[in-house]
């Protein structure tokens, strides 16, 4: 509630990459982010995305997997032991599903009581 109440005005889910809202400029609306606004406003990707994670973003933590030498056949042994000793319990495995990853259950009905039942 707090949040909403202090978000300033300005701030929404969409652009107007030719004017400003205060410039009375045509809002566009861009779900996919493959329109005019991810064209004005271009997104290059983030550090986990450069790391092999899928653009869903489901991972708050991943699965583990050793580090090979062959992950990394371009660097120098001395570049690899050093990526080796920043990463001593190894790399994310992003083939594997995330850690504590669950499907969604679906929507309840408790009309009949505790416990609900699918609707």
Do not use: I
Not at 32 to 47: E, K, L, T, V
Not at 99 to 116: H, I, K, N, Y
């Amino acid at each position: 509630m707090k949040v909403r109440l202090d978000k300033p005005t300005a701030a929404v889910d969409a652009c107007w990459p030719s004017n400003t809202t205060t410039a009375g400029g045509p809002e566009v609306v861009d779900p996919g982010y493959a329109g005019a606004c991810g064209a004005a406003f271009p997104h290059f990707g983030d550090a986990r995305q450069v790391a092999g994670q899928r653009l869903s973003g489901l991972a708050l933590k991943c699965a583990v997997q050793p580090l090979r030498r062959s992950m990394l056949a371009e660097l120098s042994d001395v570049d690899f032991a050093r990526v080796r000793a920043a990463l001593p319990s190894g790399v994310c495995d992003w083939r594997r599903g995330p850690v504590g990853f669950r499907a969604s259950l679906p929507w309840l009905s408790f009309a009949r009581g505790p416990g609900g039942e699918p609707l």
